[in-house]
């Protein structure tokens, strides 16, 4: 294959990350896919081998800077240079300030927000000196809009928002791009297996209790009924791959840049109101 790239990628073990993985590791490319705990290879070993691709699977927890320096240090020595760094892992944690501790808050910046700035921090100077090199950052919709329940989430997307923007510019100065990929919903792990919840989101003395019970049970429908394709977040991270100059923002659809676009456009108290009237009514 001509143009073959060498690509880190981190969240590898399900969702958006194994599945970019599969893809572009069909394509030829040179795919380093990464997950926290190896334990869980053996799904995207099986996909891989039934495309008959090939990836370099490798332990990776963004929260770990060391086990990020290893990864580089071995794909320096292998291929010398790294052409795109797809900062995927991610998790929310629902639940109402106050019923979030500090810590989870924290934990939630490291992974999503810190978690993005140690991969950046590793892989930038190798970008830098070959004056080349894609950042594409999986953010959310919830990185330009927030909602109730979701304000340590919407924290993170919005610090790796802004970070990026800026970052942006900087590293413009020398010939690498940053991408923010934007997807609303997708039927991933992301609300199953993997969801977080504020140690007191079920505790029945929270003055948020009645709200957060009834946020969630309106939350669990939609989710079961959502009916996008992840793999359309996997081709788009493939199109920001593959362009020539990347945009900054790329919202993965158009009924999710509707949904930024109303929140965006209904003044804040009417939206409130849609919020209390539609996600806390009794069900
Ligand atoms: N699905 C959606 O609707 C949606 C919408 C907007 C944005 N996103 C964003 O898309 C990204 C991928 O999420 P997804 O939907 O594909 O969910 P997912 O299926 O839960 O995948 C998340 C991945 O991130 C990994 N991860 C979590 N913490 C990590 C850490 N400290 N170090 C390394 N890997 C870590 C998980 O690994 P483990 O298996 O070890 O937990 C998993 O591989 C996230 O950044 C998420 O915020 C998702």
Same mark, same amino acid.
């Given at each position: 294959?001509?143009?073959?790239?060498?690509?880190?990628?981190?969240?590898?073990?399900?969702?958006?990350? %194994?599945?970019? *993985?599969?893809?572009?590791?069909?394509?030829?490319?040179?795919?380093?896919?990464?997950?926290?705990?190896?334990?869980?290879?053996?799904?995207?070993?099986?996909?891989?081998?039934?495309?008959?691709? =090939?990836?370099?699977?490798?332990?990776?927890?963004?929260?770990?800077?060391?086990?990020?320096?290893?990864?580089?240090?071995?794909?320096?020595?292998?291929?010398?240079?790294?052409?795109?760094?797809?900062?995927?892992?991610?998790?929310?944690?629902?639940?109402? %300030?106050?019923?979030?501790?500090?810590?989870? /808050?924290?934990?939630?910046?490291?992974?999503?927000?810190?978690?993005? =700035?140690?991969?950046?921090?590793?892989?930038?100077?190798?970008?830098?000196?070959?004056?080349?090199?894609?950042?594409?950052?999986?953010?959310?919709?919830?990185?330009?809009?927030?909602?109730?329940?979701?304000?340590?989430?919407? *924290?993170?997307?919005?610090?790796?928002?802004?970070?990026?923007?800026?970052?942006?510019?900087?590293?413009?100065?020398?010939?690498?791009?940053?991408?923010?990929?934007?997807?609303?919903?997708?039927?991933?792990? /992301?609300?199953?297996?993997?969801?977080?919840? *504020?140690?007191?989101?079920?505790?029945?003395?929270?003055?948020?209790?009645?709200?957060?019970?009834?946020?969630?049970?309106?939350?669990?429908?939609?989710?079961?009924?959502?009916?996008?394709?992840?793999?359309?977040?996997?081709?788009?991270?493939?199109?920001?791959?593959?362009?020539?100059?990347?945009?900054?923002?790329?919202?993965?659809?158009?009924?999710?840049?509707?949904?930024?676009?109303?929140?965006?456009? /209904?003044?804040?108290?009417?939206?409130?109101?849609?919020?209390?009237?539609?996600?806390?009514?009794?069900?």
């Amino acid at each position: 294959m001509d143009n073959q790239k060498v690509i880190l990628i981190t969240g590898c073990s399900s969702g958006f990350g %194994f599945l970019t *993985a599969v893809r572009l590791a069909s394509q030829g490319h040179f795919v380093w896919a990464t997950m926290r705990d190896l334990s869980r290879k053996q799904a995207l070993e099986d996909e891989l081998a039934k495309r008959k691709a =090939q990836a370099f699977i490798r332990e990776l927890d963004v929260t770990k800077p060391a086990t990020i320096k290893n990864i580089v240090e071995e794909i320096q020595k292998k291929h010398f240079h790294i052409d795109v760094l797809v900062n995927n892992a991610g998790y929310g944690i629902a639940g109402f %300030f106050e019923d979030l501790s500090a810590e989870e /808050i924290r934990a939630q910046m490291e992974t999503n927000f810190f978690g993005v =700035q140690n991969a950046c921090r590793e892989v930038i100077p190798l970008m830098r000196r070959r004056g080349q090199g894609k950042i594409i950052n999986i953010s959310s919709i919830a990185g330009q809009v927030g909602s109730p329940c979701l304000g340590a989430y919407n *924290a993170s997307k919005w610090a790796l928002e802004g970070f990026s923007e800026s970052l942006n510019f900087e590293l413009a100065l020398f010939g690498i791009s940053v991408s923010l990929v934007e997807p609303g919903s997708y039927p991933t792990r /992301i609300f199953a297996e993997n969801a977080h919840y *504020a140690g007191n989101f079920d505790n029945t003395q929270s003055p948020y209790y009645k709200f957060s019970q009834k946020l969630n049970h309106v939350a669990q429908k939609y989710t079961r009924n959502i009916n996008r394709d992840p793999e359309d977040v996997a081709r788009l991270i493939e199109k920001i791959v593959n362009k020539s100059h990347p945009g900054l923002r790329y919202v993965s659809d158009f009924s999710s840049w509707m949904r930024v676009m109303v929140q965006k456009i /209904i003044p804040p108290r009417l939206f409130g109101y849609i919020f209390r009237r539609f996600a806390y009514a009794d069900k």
